[in-house]
């Protein structure tokens, strides 16, 4: 699929998911589409061992095309609900870590891709927040979903209620991003963070965030019972026997994988 307003750039083994829509990144129609088909390439290629969502130096996202929505009828919107989530839910699907490197502003749907990633670093002088209150609608790309089961229901809904912006330094304490540095450096401490599962078990890392994520979503006992079928089927993988012969025969942390 040729996509012009958002592109997959692999090097080194990590792969950066640019957004690429001046002057703000707002996600149209388009722009959803094109980080679907770029989500499942990043899952797919054998050259991808993490990811790394970044919207430039300037801004991350604003948020869905307000200027696009706001000619939608009730009717146009339902016949659009595939496509709703259908970005967030396929750059969460991506079974490799993921990180989003937060610049400027990340707002209402532009949050809701930060949301879809393992975790978010952000420059100091970035904003947050799920403002879509303030135009009558709820975030609808997952964020009362995402956020309350990140920082808690009664700051999600302070958020979501308020449709305040955050600052970088409120978003750390309340654990809405991980990492907080300078807006020059956020995108290389992403990719840093990223590269360590360079040349990592594939397979393993794939079943650690399948069994976190989906263990989310269900009781105890099912979540156990999620690890267990992941944590035996990876016995049935070149990696577990490279892995632990590397330890047998050279000791800890010395093994190297095929990282696919
Ligand atoms: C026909 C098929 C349609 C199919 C659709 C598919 C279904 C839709 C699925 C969407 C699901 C997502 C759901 C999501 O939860 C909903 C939202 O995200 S709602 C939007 C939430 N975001 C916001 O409310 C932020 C709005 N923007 C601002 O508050 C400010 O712009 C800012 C980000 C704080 C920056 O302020 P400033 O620095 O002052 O800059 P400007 O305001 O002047 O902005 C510059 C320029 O960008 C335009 N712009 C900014 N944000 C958006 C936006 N979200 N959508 C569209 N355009 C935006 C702004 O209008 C300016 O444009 P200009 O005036 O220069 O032409």
Request: proline share 3%; glycine share 10%.
């Amino acid at each position: 699929m040729v996509t012009e307003l958002a592109r997959l750039e692999v090097t080194d083994g990590v792969g950066i998911l640019r957004l690429d829509r001046p002057p703000m990144n707002a996600l149209d129609a388009q722009l959803q589409t094109e980080l679907v088909a770029l989500s499942r390439e990043a899952d797919e290629r054998d050259d991808v061992a993490a990811v790394v969502v970044f919207g430039g130096e300037k801004v991350f996202a604003a948020g869905a095309d307000v200027k696009e929505m706001a000619a939608m009828s009730y009717q146009e919107m339902v016949r659009h609900a595939t496509l709703l989530q259908g970005f967030t839910r396929a750059i969460a699907a991506i079974g490799k870590p993921t990180v989003s490197a937060i610049t400027g502003f990340a707002l209402g749907g532009g949050l809701e891709v930060a949301l879809s990633t393992d975790l978010r670093f952000a420059a100091e002088n970035a904003k947050v927040g799920q403002p879509e209150i303030l135009l009558g609608i709820i975030p609808g790309a997952g964020g009362t979903q995402r956020l309350s089961r990140l920082v808690g229901p009664s700051r999600a809904k302070d958020l979501i209620y308020s449709g305040r912006f955050v600052t970088a330094a409120e978003a750390e304490r309340i654990g809405l991003v991980d990492r907080v540095v300078p807006a020059e450096e956020v995108l290389r401490e992403a990719v840093d963070w990223a590269s360590q599962f360079v040349g990592g078990p594939a397979l393993a890392l794939r079943a650690a965030k399948s069994s976190i994520d989906r263990g989310l979503e269900v009781d105890l006992q099912t979540g156990l019972e999620i690890e267990r079928l992941e944590f035996t089927g990876l016995f049935a993988t070149d990696d577990q026997s490279t892995g632990m012969t590397s330890f047998v025969e050279n000791g800890p942390g010395k093994a190297t994988f095929e990282g696919r």
